[in-house]
């Protein structure tokens, strides 16, 4: 065994893969010993030598580079079988020798690599490291090594956990030349017999008795495997992570080496030299399968294989230039099954090839450069000529069943029909690509070849198919066959056991009429003058018929297709269906298709297991009515044409009605829709809905929808925003049979009335109601009707006076009202002061773009009286500072251009008030604010702002943008607010750049600044 020692270098990231770094040297007893003598890095190794070490330097040799790249051939390459055994002899070292003298000279060839390490990567106190690079035994038996070893080690090589003794074969690390990897190592090498290399159970024992084991890394990780395991991980492996694995230990590279892993050689696009092969074959000789696709020379490569291996049954090569001769030698290949031949010149490319064995059972000559082929092989089921340039072929294989000759654009009409008719047992045979077959050729295949079952005759331009009967064909492919046309259908339709028939880009073919009892798959792609097709067979279950613009008629019968696709069939106008199973059709952009499309798809039409129909964008569709028991999706996407729809479907479950502009009358009774959105119908006056399930209903946009019969009692959401037409009749009826409404929104509907809204005391779970954009001027049947409502939205109601809300505050309407929009109002300061005074319960309110709100000021003037004060609470006594706590959460003031000072003090009690937005008050100067828990406030594009005064310890969010504030204000404000997170100052003029400093250590809490330039 050879352990070449140099110190650590490392030259690529794959170095780990091949070479082993010993950080700790306790796995070797020796190198403790070294160490008790000389100071750390000194390494000595005991010489045993074992009788096989000659013959295994010598195996390496033939492996070229194998200790390195070309350029570092003068570090790494290893010497020829007599120098290497010369310098072996005289540099062989033990422990009876001069040691002090040895380790010295090693210490200071190893002291300067040591010093470069330290000084790279700087962990002196690592040491050296040393790396081993393991030569492995390549020469012997495959099965064992040399039987003094063997007998030597007899106790040592058993596992304690298995029956089964270790085995003594080494893999060949072959692929290390292929992976490129570098090694450099020093001229020094010495000689240590196999009980100094690591292995998995000694070195766990040792381990454990190392006084250094505190010394090893923590991360290292050890696992005692008995062989059995090992062999049966390995059984996983390919070849080149069997090689990878040898480099672990000496029990891996044993069980790796079996001969149970190397059956199959398979150099396939690797770099192997003859005499490597052949050491390979001769180590492996009971090897099953070669495989020396794209290696550098296939012609000696291959001829080693047949000679050495006399078990070779699977034989694989190509690329390159193929002698004569190996087809002379392989007869001597007895148990020779399986030849593919891809890619390759076979002799010179002029000459005939003559291919005789007795057991060959598959053979492919696949792409290859030959004149003429003769085979003679008794046994032959299958063989494939694919894409080979010969005009000749000979055979004389009585049992081939599998004939392959395609794309042979050489073979003539007469060698086809020679070849073909030979082979009396073909069952399938793959023709395609050759323009010289005729119909006559077919009609004597069909006579000689009566098991025929696979017939692909693609792109042969000169056949018809007429008068060609091939009773036994199951599949038949015909794709870019011009001169199949309607009459082919005729010897078609005699092929009884037809299963699978391809016709794609027949040009001239215009109908297909066929009743074949077996027919399973058909496919019809690009045919541009086929108009008819008609297809009867119990069995069918998969139609392709695609981009065929002049199919006008479609007839299917059948019991098993159940999902059917026909896209952008332009003029497809009549479709009949007789299929029992089918459940999904798609029909997508089928403009043609007529109204009496749905008689089809109803209950009665042939279809009695539809589940799922797509008719988008059908543009011929005017009127759509469906009475169906099974149907559960409809698609009517884009039907712009759509206008009259009725739907009778107890089970639909989804309906999508996008893009249908111009439908006005649509009745879904009944339905079991769970929820139905009718998109935007401008033109939709009418609608009748009957879903028992149906939880969600939008009318929005049904600009003149004026009868709506809705019948759904378990209805709670409505939106039937802008239906403009919508009365307050239609509007009772729906009430009244919809009871557990609970969110309805009638924004925009100017035509409800008061009766309307009287209506909503049928809604007893009624919380959510939406009046915005209405002519209300009176709200007093809202407030009779809805007792349990939590939210009220009244947005641009330019109609209500100031004393329409005076139920709320005066009369304790609405007791569980807790957002209020008075958005864009007319209300004046103080109907709103009234409001906000007696409804304390409120939690959010919205006041935006109130032209008629003034200050909001909820404070009082120094030294003036409280009763003389006009403040937010009106009149204001001194009783007013025990009444209860408001709940105000969230007030929006945005836009409102007349507000010019806002004061909330602490004795305003909003102790619930978080957010407060006020942006957009162009006329708003002074802000003074107390709040202990507001979080959020927006004084944005409040360009007049000049004086902010903020006492509110929860701020975390404060935004000042396009603020007319100078930075002192800003700092002043913010010096209370001790958690606050973001101050957005975005294009204020007085704050520049330089106040950022100073902002944050007036208030350390701030984590974001925005400024005009950049966050910071």
């Known amino acids: 065994m050879k352990i070449w020692c140099f110190p650590f270098l490392c030259f690529g990231e794959r170095e780990e893969d091949c070479i082993i770094t010993l950080r700790n040297s306790h796995h070797f007893d020796f190198f403790n010993k070294a160490k008790e003598q000389k100071r750390e890095g000194i390494l000595v190794n005991e010489s045993v030598e074992m009788e096989n070490d000659n013959s295994e330097l010598g195996f390496w040799e033939t492996f070229p580079n194998v200790g390195g790249s070309a350029e570092e051939e003068g570090l790494g390459s290893l010497e020829s079988d007599t120098g290497a055994n010369g310098r072996e002899n005289n540099e062989r070292v033990g422990f009876e020798g001069d040691f002090n003298e040895k380790s010295e000279d090693l210490l200071q060839r190893i002291n300067p690599v040591e010093s470069r390490c330290v000084a790279s990567d700087g962990s002196g106190s690592q040491g050296v490291k040393v790396d081993v690079?393991?030569?492995?035994?390549?020469?012997?038996?495959p099965s064992s090594s040399s039987s003094?070893?063997?007998?030597?080690?007899?106790?040592?090589?058993?596992?304690?956990?298995?029956?089964?003794?270790?085995?003594?074969?080494?893999?060949?690390?072959?692929?290390?030349?292929?992976?490129?990897?570098?090694?450099?190592?020093?001229?020094?090498?010495?000689?240590?017999?196999?009980?100094?290399?690591?292995?998995?159970?000694?070195?766990?024992?040792?381990?454990?008795?190392?006084?250094?084991?505190?010394e090893m890394d923590d991360s290292e990780v050890r696992m005692d495997l008995t062989d059995d395991l090992l062999h049966m991980v390995f059984s996983f492996l390919d070849n080149i992570d069997l090689c990878h694995s040898a480099m672990v230990c000496r029990q891996w590279r044993d069980a790796s080496s079996h001969e149970d892993f190397w059956r199959f050689l398979n150099f396939e696009n690797r770099f192997i030299s003859v005499q490597q092969f052949k050491d390979m074959c001769r180590r492996?000789?009971?090897?099953?399968?070669?495989?020396?696709y794209g290696t550098p020379a296939i012609h000696p490569l291959v001829m080693a294989a047949v000679s050495s291996l006399r078990n070779l049954e699977v034989l694989t090569l190509g690329k390159g230039q193929l002698g004569e001769i190996f087809f002379e030698v392989l007869t001597d290949c007895h148990m020779l099954k399986s030849l593919t031949v891809n890619d390759a010149?076979?002799?010179?490319?002029?000459?005939?090839?003559?291919?005789?064995?007795?057991?060959?059972?598959?053979?492919?000559i696949v792409k290859c450069r030959v004149l003429r082929v003769s085979i003679r092989c008794p046994q032959l089921e299958t063989l494939s000529l694919k894409r080979s340039s010969m005009p000749h072929v000979l055979l004389d294989c009585p049992l081939l069943r599998d004939l392959d000759i395609a794309s042979c654009h050489k073979l003539s009409d007469a060698a086809i029909r020679s070849a073909a008719t030979s082979c009396p047992l073909l069952e399938s045979l793959d023709m395609s690509n050759c323009s010289s077959v005729s119909d006559e050729t077919l009609r004597e295949i069909a006579s000689a070849c009566?098991?025929?079952?696979?017939?692909?005759?693609?792109?042969?331009?000169?056949?018809?198919?007429e008068s060609v009967s091939l009773a036994m064909l199951t599949v038949l492919k015909l794709h870019s066959c011009e001169g199949i046309t309607s009459a082919s259908m005729v010897a078609i339709s005699a092929s009884n056991m037809l299963e699978v028939l391809e016709l794609n880009n027949c040009s001239l073919l215009t109908s297909v009429s066929l009743d074949l009892p077996r027919l399973e798959n058909i496919s019809l792609v690009h045919c541009r003058k086929f108009g008819d097709l008609n297809l009867r067979s119990s069995v069918l279950s998969s139609i392709t018929v695609s981009n065929c613009p002049s199919l006008q008629r479609i007839s299917i019968t059948s019991n098993a297709l159940e999902k059917l696709v026909l896209q952008k069939q332009e003029s497809l106008t009549t479709l009949a269906l007789q299929c029992r199973s089918l459940q999904e059709v798609d029909l997508t952009e089928c403009e043609s298709?007529?109204?009496?499309?749905?008689?089809?798809?109803?209950?009665?039409?042939?279809?009695?297991?539809?589940?799922?129909?797509?008719?988008?964008?059908?543009?011929?569709?005017?009127?759509?009515?469906?009475?169906?028991?099974?149907?559960i999706s409809l698609s009517l996407g884009s039907c712009r044409s759509l206008t009259s729809l009725e739907l009778r479907c107890p089970y639909l479950e989804h309906i999508s009605l996008d893009?249908?502009?111009?439908?006005?009358?649509?009745?879904?009774?009944?339905?079991?829709?769970?929820?139905?959105?009718?998109?935007?119908?401008?033109?939709?006056?009418?609608?009748h809905i009957e879903a028992p399930l149906m939880v969600s209903l939008e009318l929005k946009g049904c600009g003149v929808l004026s009868k709506a019969f809705i019948d759904c009692p378990l209805l709670t959401s409505l939106d039937a925003s802008f239906c403009s037409q919508l009365k307050d009749d239609c509007l009772s009826a729906t009430t009244s049979s919809c009871p557990l409404i609970e969110s309805l929104v009638l924004m925009s509907c100017p035509s409800v009335g008061p009766d309307g809204l009287s209506s909503l005391r049928s809604l007893p779970k009624l919380t959510y109601l939406d009046l915005s954009y209405t002519f209300l001027v009176n709200l007093q049947p809202v407030f009779d009707s809805c007792l349990y409502l939590k939210v009220l939205k009244l947005q641009a109601c330019k109609y209500l006076t100031n004393t329409s809300l005076e139920p709320l505050y005066k009369g304790g309407a609405l007791p569980a009202l807790c957002e209020l929009d008075l958005s864009y109002g007319t209300l004046c300061q103080s109907a709103i002061e009234e409001l906000l005074s007696g409804c304390t319960h409120l939690t959010h309110l919205s006041l935006n773009g109130c032209v008629h709100m003034h200050d909001l000021d909820w404070g009082f003037p120094r030294g003036s009286r409280l009763s003389e004060t006009s403040t937010f609470y009106g009149s204001f006594d001194s009783s007013s500072l025990d009444q209860a706590n408001r709940l105000l959460q969230n007030l929006n003031c945005v836009g409102c251009p007349n507000?010019?000072?806002?004061?909330?003090?602490?004795?305003?009690?909003?102790?619930?008030?978080?957010?407060?937005?006020?942006?957009?008050?162009s006329n708003l100067k002074e802000v003074d604010i107390s709040c202990c828990n507001l979080f959020f406030l927006n004084l944005s594009n409040c360009i007049s702002l000049e004086i902010l005064k903020l006492d509110c310890p929860r701020l975390t969010s404060l935004f000042l943008q396009s603020c007319n504030i100078d930075d002192e204000a800003v700092e002043a404000a913010i010096l209370q607010c001790n958690m606050l997170e973001t101050l957005d100052v975005r294009f204020c003029p007085k704050i520049s750049q330089l106040s950022m400093g100073m902002l944050r250590a007036a208030c350390p809490s701030l984590k974001r600044i925005y400024n005009s330039v950049v966050p910071i």
């Open 593 to 631: 298709l007529t109204n009496s499309i749905c008689e089809v798809f109803s209950s009665g039409g042939g279809c009695p297991l539809l589940r799922s129909l797509v008719l988008d964008s059908c543009e011929s569709l005017t009127a759509v009515s469906f009475c169906s028991t099974s149907l």
């Open 450 to 465: 009566g098991n025929l079952h696979i017939l692909d005759a693609s792109y042969c331009p000169n056949i018809s198919f």
């Open 345 to 364: 010149t076979v002799g010179n490319g002029i000459q005939e090839i003559l291919i005789h064995h007795d057991r060959l059972c598959n053979l492919q």
């Open 659 to 687: 893009g249908c502009d111009h439908l006005e009358i649509a009745s879904f009774s009944p339905v079991g829709l769970r929820s139905l959105n009718l998109g935007i119908c401008p033109k939709l006056i009418f609608v």
């Open 133 to 141: 690079c393991l030569n492995l035994r390549l020469g012997g038996d």
């Open 284 to 292: 492996y000789p009971n090897a099953t399968a070669v495989n020396v």
């Open 899 to 921: 507000i010019k000072k806002v004061v909330i003090p602490a004795t305003a009690r909003c102790f619930h008030l978080s957010s407060l937005n006020l942006s957009l008050s």
């Open 148 to 214: 003094t070893n063997v007998m030597g080690r007899e106790n040592f090589d058993r596992d304690s956990q298995s029956k089964r003794p270790r085995v003594h074969s080494f893999s060949l690390d072959w692929d290390t030349n292929f992976e490129k990897q570098i090694y450099c190592l020093a001229p020094e090498h010495k000689e240590v017999g196999d009980e100094d290399l690591p292995d998995t159970s000694v070195a766990g024992d040792n381990a454990r008795n190392d006084n250094d084991t505190s």
